[in-house]
């Protein structure tokens, strides 16, 4: 283990030791189970490091750095402690595991569980408490969890509620949105998109780009000064789509597609490649969603507490853009590279250098 850093994690009779952090899998190196619990120094006890009690088994070699901690550390803060990075997690990164299970559940991050035990495991424990609700749940691929607003008003409610959701590491295209609800449906609704600044590749220099209208919903359009379910004569036309006048008092979902057939036909739908208003029309790096006044909650007796939005999951489905020359991206990179295909004769991530090889291609093909 020469040059190797090493971290012996000690909770009851449970003992795990990691070497450089932590395996591919995301656990310790090993764990194993002690005949009975370590007892406590006391005030005139000793403890041995690199040798028995009695002496035997030295440790042969050097150590360098030991530190010694009188609380059991997490697997995520002895991975910082070895790189210096805390692993990011999605949910609520500040709250962290228990010593009895200090290993973040790898799908589901609202539990935690020990090492040396199957993810399928039932002994787990609630990193977060029972009752939040982080904004952060409405995309943690967890239909059992849900993020919940504050009881409002009827002037917030007809004041609305507005939720961003940044599409990381780059642009794109973006052809349905689902708003999962967990409580009553909001009347209106209206879905903005924002592009990344095409310029930034040029020059290195961001410029914020505006906020372009998506999508209209409402129980009545008017509300907008639009026409209910209005025609979309152009590819890239905007229209309101009406609501019904009735919904569930607990769940339902908003959808918006962008190639759908109904109810009206959007020119260019079943020719995607051919129609480039809608190529464009599809740019997204970030999504905004405005929600405004709800179902039900207006009527006169219905009690104050109902007056609240509850998301379960928002999904945002799409594609890197890549303009056909790759079917899958890295999106650890910023911006994601797109993983092109070899008879693409491409290369480069979505932007800046994908189109190089083939305009040379196309020039070298031209006739004399």
Same mark, same amino acid.
């Not at 609800?181 to 290195?204: A, M, V, W, Y």
């Given at each position: ?5 090493c ?9 795990s ?9 995301? +656990? ?19 403890? #041995?490091?690199?040798?028995?009690? *009695? ?55 609202r ?19 029972i ?8 995309n943690?691929?967890?239909?059992? +969890?849900? #993020? ?6 009827? /002037?917030?409610? !007809?004041?609305?509620? &507005?939720i ?15 708003? /999962?609800?967990?409580?009553?449906? @909001? ?14 590749? !040029? &020059? ?6 505006? #906020?372009? !209208? #998506? ?15 209005? %025609?979309? %004569? ?11 006048? !009735?919904? %569930? ?10 190639? +759908? ?13 051919? &129609? %480039? ?15 405004k006044? /709800? ?7 219905? *009690? ?30 910023? @911006? ?12 480069? *991530? ?9 305009? /040379? ?8």
């Amino acid at each position: 283990m020469r040059g190797s850093c090493c971290h012996l994690q000690i909770y009851d009779q449970r003992a795990s030791l990691f070497l450089d952090g932590l395996e591919e899998d995301g +656990t310790p190196f090993d764990t194993k189970h002690l005949i009975s619990t370590l007892s406590d120094i006391s005030e005139y006890g000793a403890m #041995w490091v690199g040798l028995s009690s *009695n002496g035997s088994n030295q440790f042969i070699g050097r150590m360098q750095d030991f530190r010694f901690y009188p609380a059991t550390l997490t697997n995520r803060e002895i991975v910082q402690l070895y790189s210096g990075v805390m692993p990011k997690l999605h949910v609520q990164p500040e709250c962290r595991c228990p010593p009895s299970h200090p290993r973040v559940h790898p799908l589901v991050e609202r539990y935690c569980i020990p090492n040396a035990v199957e993810d399928t495991t039932n002994d787990r424990v609630l990193r977060l408490n029972i009752n939040a609700h982080p904004l952060s749940y409405i995309n943690d691929q967890d239909m059992g +969890t849900m #993020w919940v607003s504050k009881v409002m008003s009827l /002037q917030e409610l !007809d004041e609305g509620v &507005t939720i961003t959701v940044d599409l990381a590491n780059g642009q794109y295209q973006v052809f349905y949105v689902i708003v /999962q609800f967990g409580g009553l449906l @909001p009347e209106s609704i209206l879905i903005q998109r924002r592009k990344l600044d095409s310029s930034q590749h !040029d &020059t290195g220099s961001v410029t914020e780009q505006p #906020w372009l !209208d #998506w999508q209209y919903m409402a129980r009545n359009c008017n509300v907008f000064d639009m026409q209910n379910n209005g %025609p979309l %004569p152009r590819p890239d036309s905007i229209n309101c789509l009406q609501m019904p006048s !009735d919904v %569930p008092l607990l769940g339902g979902n908003i959808t918006f597609s962008l190639l +759908t057939t109904q109810p009206h036909l959007r020119p260019g739908y079943n020719d995607f490649y051919k &129609t %480039p208003a809608l190529q464009e029309m599809v740019q997204a790096a970030q999504v905004r969603i405005y929600m405004k006044g /709800q179902y039900h909650t207006g009527a006169v007796g219905v *009690n104050q507490r109902h007056r609240h939005f509850v998301i379960s999951e928002i999904t945002i489905s799409g594609r890197c853009e890549c303009h056909g020359h790759a079917d899958q991206c890295d999106t650890s990179m910023t @911006p994601y590279r797109c993983m092109c295909l070899p008879a693409s004769h491409t290369v480069g *991530n979505n932007v800046s250098n994908k189109c190089l090889i083939t305009t /040379q291609m196309e020039q070298i093909s031209q006739p004399l």
